[in-house]
């Protein structure tokens, strides 16, 4: 088990990530002192609790006496902390606290997914390719979610309706290649990949609405944007 990538954690609290934030899910401009306050106190809960499981390289897939894709199972967490504090402000009624968090924990974890590509090209061998999402596919069901889980963490469970705890986390099968030509940049608007299955919308007024629609989302989008 690895600590959260420290990259990003040393990112939390300086001003382009939070002015990003800030104009991405448009907070007005006197809210900005409010949104730093709130990812001042989230910070020492992620550093203490955050981390990431990657499982061993295996064949996924293939027809008999044929190889299947490359693949890695990967969990990653922010730790049940951010799920007490937000239930605190919940409490409290500071429904704008609450929902800051949010955002800035949905946020952390979308760059999770290109700091986990870099950490894979770094090792030289594979890049990652695509991400699968369970219940995204006929070939990744939903029911694999436990089974991820309990190979990778005993920190991150799911119940029998595939909700996880603690609620800020992911788990997601990577697929791995060695072909140059193919590369995944994360789950993130404004790569330039047109074509990737794993694409959010471009225009950043589809996105919210995604995340506001009472649409079924798959698993992958359903966690960035908080809705399983």
């Known amino acids: 088990m690895a600590a959260f990538f420290t990259e990003l954690l040393d990112g939390f609290l300086k001003a382009d990530f939070l002015k990003m934030v800030h104009k991405k899910f448009h907070y007005g401009e006197e809210q900005l002192e409010t949104l730093m306050a ?102 990744f069901p939903l029911e694999i979610l436990p089974d991820i889980l309990g190979k990778l963490s005993d920190k991150v469970k799911c119940n029998s309706c595939f909700y996880m705890n603690p609620k800020k986390s992911v788990a997601f099968v990577a697929e791995l290649t060695q072909d140059m030509a193919v590369h995944c940049e994360g789950i993130c608007i404004g790569c330039d990949r047109k074509n990737c299955p794993n694409k959010i919308a471009e225009n950043p007024a589809e996105s919210r609405l995604m995340a506001k629609a009472d649409i079924p989302l798959n698993y992958g989008y359903g966690r960035i944007f908080g809705k399983i």
Not at 124 to 139: D, L, Q, T
């Open 38 to 139: 709130v990812a001042r106190e989230m910070l020492p809960v992620i550093h203490e609790e955050a981390f990431w499981e990657r499982g061993v390289e295996h064949s996924y897939g293939g027809a008999q006496g044929e190889p299947g894709m490359v693949c890695e199972e990967v969990v990653m967490s922010l730790g049940k902390g951010l799920d007490d504090l937000q239930e605190n402000y919940s409490r409290k009624g500071m429904l704008l606290e609450s929902y800051m968090l949010e955002t800035l924990a949905s946020e952390l974890l979308l760059r999770g997914y290109s700091a986990y590509n870099r950490y894979v090209r770094m090792e030289g061998k594979w890049h990652v390719a695509r991400y699968h999402f369970p219940g995204s596919e006929e070939k």
